[in-house]
């Protein structure tokens, strides 16, 4: 198990990741639960790219991902999602990472193309 920094949980936007389940919160997580299931059945635009997917998905593989949107490489997953900066951006295009390369038109929210990329 990882615990998320706060600029993790905003970026992943995912309000279960927000609740408190320590023994004195007064939070009814599972109304939280519950509106985020049925928001997930009935809205079909995801916002985040899959981030908490990915996240989890390197917790349990133990490698890295990079996210690459219209050819930047944007977000670096390694038990934790950092931002790439431009200026560091080739450090990340490497044979030890998964690359996942997404094309996002600006009229949709829906990327148009999804592709692995592998390095040599």
Known sequence: MIELKKENKELINNPILFIDISPNAHTNYKLIINKYIVQ???KNIEDNLGLLELL????IHHIPIVIIVN????YY???DIKIIKNDTAPKYLTSSNICIGIDIGY???YPNIIESI???
Not at 56 to 59: A, K, S, V
Not at 71 to 74: A, E, M, S, T
């Open 40 to 42: 997930l059945m009935e």
């Open 56 to 59: 989890i998905l390197n917790n």
């Open 71 to 74: 050819g930047l490489p944007k």
């Open 77 to 79: 997953i390694n038990n």
């Open 107 to 109: 009229e949709f929210k």
């Open 118 to 120: 592998y390095y040599k």
